[in-house]
């Protein structure tokens, strides 16, 4: 079975054309949604419900990796084979389920993170600020990790149950992307990246919602900085343990 996690935060709008989009069955597995509300003041529960999908109703608003958590705390005791998330924003498409989870499928990948640049890097539709962001952690990234993620901040993502019970979402906001690449590395979790559509909206991004479009941004950019010395400093210490472990292991 695939559980499919949807966050949303006053998504009633968008919701109402995904939902209806997903697909009951993925290459013979079961699809499950479970849509998150984040402490939504619209009716993104009430339309859910409504569609005939399960949804968590959280308050107040704590942020995306709040309501990750919050969703696999729900899904901890039941039976699934494969996790998807997914915004609910509208920005991915149902259509690249299936490309997203056949890596975890064929055993070729216990995580797999949905690219919308490893066809084409170029800018397209996507806001000139976004891709600043993101062409800068692409190059800080494969220093510290080793590898090129073309798009270390798409939520598209699939994962194994034995991965992501390995992977850890410590992060309130939108930390858990980059939290998930670490741990990766860290716990030696093999990734794949898979091509999706690159969507854009006309909405409002919901990261400028604490504070308004810049003050919310900047406090999104630092968050990114912040996870990502965290994260470095978590990586270096396991690294540090292991090699110590095998010279004591060499020494015997």
Not at 178 to 189: G, N, P, Q
Request: glycine share 10%; net charge positive; charged share 30%.
């Amino acid at each position: 079975m695939i559980r499919l996690i949807i966050p949303a935060f006053n998504e009633s709008g968008s919701l109402q054309s995904l939902l209806p989009r997903l697909p009951a069955t993925v290459a013979g597995h079961e699809v499950e949604p479970l849509v998150v509300s984040d402490g939504s003041t619209d009716d993104t529960v009430a339309v859910a419900r409504r569609l005939g999908f399960a949804a968590l109703d959280l308050k107040p608003n704590r942020g995306k990796g709040s309501a990750v958590r919050a969703a696999l705390a729900e899904l901890a005791g039941r039976q699934w084979d494969i996790a998807v998330l997914m915004d609910g924003d509208g920005q991915h498409d149902p259509n690249d389920l299936e490309a997203l989870v056949a890596p975890l499928i064929n055993g070729d990948a216990e995580i797999v993170v949905g690219s919308r640049y490893l066809k084409d890097e170029r800018r397209g539709g996507t806001p000139r600020n976004r891709y600043a962001v993101r062409w800068t952690t692409v190059f800080v990234l494969e220093r510290l990790l080793g590898r090129r993620y073309t798009d270390p901040y798409c939520g598209y993502r699939a994962f194994t149950r034995d991965a992501l019970d390995k992977v850890e979402f410590c992060g309130n906001r939108y930390e858990g992307e980059l939290e998930v690449l670490f741990d990766a590395r860290r716990c030696r979790i093999d990734v794949a990246e898979v091509p999706v559509r690159k969507i854009y909206g006309s909405a409002t991004s919901k990261m400028s919602a604490d504070g308004g479009k810049l003050l919310g941004r900047v406090r999104v950019i630092r968050q990114y900085l912040s996870t990502i010395v965290r994260k470095t400093r978590q990586l270096r210490a396991t690294e540090r343990e292991d090699g110590s472990a095998v010279s004591s292991g060499e020494g015997q």
